[in-house]
């Protein structure tokens, strides 16, 4: 073991971004992720870094995407309706080819909702949530150490591929503590940046970052090049884990802190004698389908704290050959061991 810490969920994310080398941050206070923005506020001034609370989620967006022109390693974060807000200018990020890192610790909605942890933000990360034809690359961690190292991961990949990355996480782990080795954290990996409008230095042409393509054709060459880009990190980066799936009559899906909960209740089931088995995407974008192809159980079954976002990636990546199933709690609730085992119970009646 190393540098062992006890820390919160978003300030353990906070301290994983300073040591990967994002010295700028710019924000705005949304429950149940203000922690990650009070964290940097009084570290980055200490470090040399910028830390801007904006006078809204938009400016806050923007000022991301100005940051991430200049090739420094930045970072915003928000909450459900606050990443709504910065939708727009997300898609600007995508299409300006930015790598930066975006958290959303996501809570329930729609619209205001409450503040309590949900996960129904799935579609808008991994389908996009702004205009146009893009994609984030979408982490989604179980635990605070998965946080921090996620973090790291996510500075990391993000400059490789030059595509902003989402960490993905919810009210509970936010706010929940739990022992962090901070010296798990990945080292970072800085990406060469020729493209990045830094300065001439009176040394070649200005670099322009921009989104706006006139000429159809040119666009659609934009498009078409960043898909291409798109389709080797569906090959390359696939993460997950799994386990007891090689006689599973039952697979079960879940990810976050809802993974948790899955944990015991499987232990639950396999003490039953029941076979089930656990596949938790850790990569919602890419999502993992090369694992699902692999597998032949008798049902599927997805767990979420929404009303079942994910059930259409399974049924895409396990084509269909077996059902799918889908239990859920929204609203802020978390799912029971006890109502995920009673859950399986009722499928095992109609497939077994």
């Known amino acids: 073991m190393g540098e062992v810490v006890l820390m919160k969920g978003n300030e353990a994310i906070a301290e994983a971004a300073i040591r990967s080398g994002c010295k700028h941050f710019f924000g705005y206070p ?128 993000s400059e490789e591929y030059r595509i902003p990355v989402m960490l993905l996480g919810d009210g509970t782990l936010g706010q929940m503590m739990e022992p962090v080795d901070l010296e798990q954290i990945p080292e970072p990996v800085f990406a060469e940046k020729p493209w990045a409008a830094n300065g001439t230095q009176g040394k070649r042409k200005p670099n322009v970052i921009k989104t706006l393509e006139l000429a159809p054709d040119e666009l659609e060459n934009s498009v078409w090049e960043r898909e291409r880009k798109y389709s080797i990190v569906k090959e390359k980066l696939q993460k997950y884990d799994a386990h007891d799936i090689e006689d599973a009559d039952i697979i079960i899906s879940s990810y976050g802190i809802t993974s948790r909960v899955v944990e015991t209740a499987v232990k639950m089931l396999r003490n039953e004698g029941v076979k089930v088995g656990v596949i ?68 095992m009646k109609e497939v077994m």
């Open 30 to 157: 949304i429950t149940p992720q203000t922690e990650l923005s009070a964290y940097m506020a009084k570290k980055l001034p200490k470090i040399g870094g910028t830390f801007l609370q904006a006078e809204s989620e938009i400016a806050a967006v923007n000022m991301l995407y100005g940051a991430a022109s200049a090739g420094v390693r930045a970072m915003t974060s928000s909450s459900s309706p606050g990443i709504s807000l910065k939708s727009e200018g997300i898609s600007y990020i995508a299409a300006g080819d930015l790598p930066c890192v975006i958290v959303n610790i996501m809570r329930g909605g729609p619209g205001l909702g409450g503040i309590q942890a949900a996960q129904s933000d799935y579609f808008q990360a991994t389908k996009g949530g702004g205009h146009g034809d893009y994609h984030l690359i979408v982490l989604a961690p179980n635990s605070i150490q998965e946080m921090v190292c996620l973090t790291a991961e996510g500075f990391n990949i």
């Open 280 to 347: 938790r995407p850790i990569t919602l974008w890419p999502f993992p389908e090369k694992i699902y192809k692999q597998v032949n159980p008798k049902a599927f079954l997805s767990v979420e704290m929404s009303t079942g976002q994910m059930v259409e990636d399974i049924k895409l990546a396990c084509e269909c050959k077996s059902p799918v199933y889908f239990f859920g709690r929204t609203g802020g609730i978390i799912p029971t061991p006890n109502e995920i085992v009673d859950k399986v119970h009722e499928i």
